[in-house]
């Protein structure tokens, strides 16, 4: 199964076979494939990769959208607090 593919999934158990592309790296070609089990345990990687991949600071950009989306859950939440 490709990443792309696995992209909202939750997985029992995988097997992550990591090759890296040449170029720029996008965090999520690692992340993603690591993130489709609940538990440590439930993965086996084949191959190493560079574990600073998955240390990338996030832009000035994509740190104002997180700021932006957190203000509209809040008020989000504030306004249908009632709601249940």
């Not at 990687?45 to 932006?68: G, H, M």
């Amino acid at each position: 199964m490709t990443t792309y593919k696995s992209q909202g999934q939750t997985l029992g158990k995988i097997i992550v076979d990591r090759v890296m592309p040449p170029g720029p790296l996008e965090v999520a070609l690692v992340y993603v494939p690591l993130s489709r089990v609940k538990r440590l345990d439930d993965i086996l990687i084949i191959r190493s990769f560079e574990f600073a991949t998955l240390q990338v600071k996030p832009s000035t950009a994509q740190i104002q959208e997180l700021k932006r989306l957190d203000k509209i859950a809040q008020s989000t939440r504030k306004r249908f607090q009632f709601i249940v």
